[in-house]
């Protein structure tokens, strides 16, 4: 089935530096890849939605300029962390919509990201 | 804008045993996906069942499967036969059947199977 790879799975870093978080597809072409925050035992939080080629649309409280996201193709979509804070601190994860199905099987998810900021 | 109401955050059900959870969803769509995922402590989302509005059979997948009231806008989960490995939080989702648009989730009830 549909895969998409996120890494890294975990990562610690320095308050006031950068992380950048993959997600590919390994074996589909992703046309929209949608980013998730989720707090602890709490839902999925749609941070903003990417279509290849294009820029990405943030949710309304979301800081584009702190949560840059880049889909230059098919297979690759990167959020990177700017300037992280403690408060960043969070579980992320992308899904992927399938160029070929869209989205009636659902869309597929990355493993996450567990992002600690010291 | 679609809304998916969970309103159970948590549930246990004994080992064997068969156990439902509920889902509610609000939407002016006429045609639309409806899901649940589940989510164990590794945090992977899993697939675990799928709807189709226009579908009146309800959708099964070995022990688990789905009532779905279109009508009621109401999209309930039956596992049976509950086994250790499906302590997890669940999650209803919709999306609609047009547009890149993002998949649209309930809070979650986190279900704890017991020995």
């Known amino acids: 089935g549909a895969v998409v790879s996120q890494h890294p799975s975990r990562v610690i870093c320095k308050s006031g530096t950068s992380v950048k978080i993959e997600c590919r597809s390994l074996d589909f072409q992703a046309t929209t890849m949608f980013w998730y925050r989720q707090f602890p035992k709490k839902s999925l939080m749609l941070m903003a939605t990417s279509n290849e080629g294009s820029k990405a649309t943030y949710e309304q409280g979301v800081e584009k300029d702190k949560f840059l996201i880049n889909h230059a193709s098919l297979t690759l979509s990167t959020l990177t962390v700017t300037s992280a804070h403690p408060e960043d601190s969070s579980f992320y994860i992308c899904s992927a919509r399938d160029r070929l199905t869209g989205g009636e099987d659902g869309y597929t998810f990355g493993s996450g990201t567990r992002l600690t900021v010291v | 804008a679609q809304t998916v109401t969970q309103s159970q955050p948590e549930m246990s059900v004994q080992e064997a045993e068969t156990v439902t959870l509920s889902c509610t969803y609000d939407?002016?769509?006429?045609?639309?996906?409806l899901f649940w995922y589940k989510q164990p402590p590794s945090r992977q989302m899993i697939l675990v069942i799928r709807?189709?509005?226009?579908?009146?059979q309800n959708a099964t997948e070995n022990r688990f499967s789905v009532n779905f009231q279109k009508a009621a806008k109401s999209f309930s989960l039956k596992i049976s036969d509950s086994q250790l490995g499906d302590t997890a939080m669940y999650f209803c989702?919709?999306?609609?059947?047009?547009?890149?648009?993002?998949?649209?989730f309930g809070k979650g009830t986190r279900l704890s199977v017991i020995a």
């Open positions: 709807q189709e509005a226009y579908k009146q």
């Open positions: 989702a919709f999306i609609r059947n047009s547009g890149n648009t993002p998949l649209v």
């Open positions: 939407t002016s769509e006429s045609n639309y996906y």
